[in-house]
């Protein structure tokens, strides 16, 4: 079996995180707004593009590297995320509630005018929408952790390779 090239790395990695963008703003075309971490994680994916664009147009191979931590940001912003959604760990405060005890009456309403529509910890899509097993109770949040990782592999071994 044929090894795989440097170049030919950095364009699946660059291709996976332009299919990554593609998905998010369908799911948004179909009615899903994303919330304040759910964008967070488009933009490592938007720099990992511009770096592919970049490796591959001008032979920067090294570009790799810093692919890979595009990848890894996306990944951790990914798995925090997940935590926020499954009730794991509080998300910010702006996209997950917050404690009002204590508040004036004009800083509640500064929040109330301020905070988004989409809260960081509720899951509107998953698998399990799907697919009616319990096991595949996964949310984008989870796909974009777990897939996001992979490329951190992939971009490394193109850096590697260079």
């Given at each position: 079996?044929k090894?795989?090239?440097?170049r030919?790395l950095?364009?699946?990695a660059?291709?996976?995180?332009?299919v990554?963008?593609?998905?998010?703003?369908?799911f948004?075309?179909?009615?899903?707004?994303?919330?304040?971490?759910c964008?967070?994680?488009?933009?490592p994916?938007?720099?990992?593009?511009?770096i592919?664009?970049?490796?591959?147009?001008f032979?920067?191979?090294?570009?790799?590297?810093?692919?890979?931590?595009?990848?890894?940001?996306?990944?951790g912003?990914?798995?925090f995320h997940t935590?926020?959604?499954?009730?794991?760990?509080?998300?910010?405060?702006?996209?997950?509630?917050q404690?009002?005890?204590?508040?004036?009456?004009?800083?509640?309403?500064?929040?109330?005018?301020?905070?988004?529509?989409?809260?960081?910890d509720?899951i509107?899509w998953?698998?399990?929408d799907?697919i009616?097993?319990?096991?595949?109770?996964?949310?984008m949040?989870n796909?974009n952790?777990v897939?996001?990782?992979?490329?951190?592999?992939?971009?490394i071994?193109?850096?590697?390779?260079?």
């Amino acid at each position: 079996m044929k090894t795989l090239t440097s170049r030919q790395l950095i364009l699946i990695a660059t291709l996976v995180s332009v299919v990554s963008i593609l998905g998010a703003w369908t799911f948004e075309s179909l009615g899903y707004a994303p919330c304040k971490l759910c964008y967070y994680q488009r933009y490592p994916h938007y720099a990992a593009i511009v770096i592919g664009a970049l490796a591959l147009v001008f032979g920067l191979r090294w570009l790799a590297w810093a692919g890979a931590l595009a990848a890894a940001i996306t990944s951790g912003i990914g798995f925090f995320h997940t935590g926020v959604e499954r009730k794991w760990w509080p998300g910010p405060a702006s996209c997950s509630g917050q404690d009002v005890a204590g508040m004036s009456t004009q800083d509640l309403l500064a929040q109330i005018t301020e905070a988004p529509l989409v809260r960081c910890d509720e899951i509107p899509w998953r698998l399990s929408d799907l697919i009616p097993w319990d096991v595949l109770d996964l949310s984008m949040a989870n796909f974009n952790a777990v897939g996001s990782l992979v490329l951190v592999f992939i971009w490394i071994a193109a850096a590697r390779r260079a």
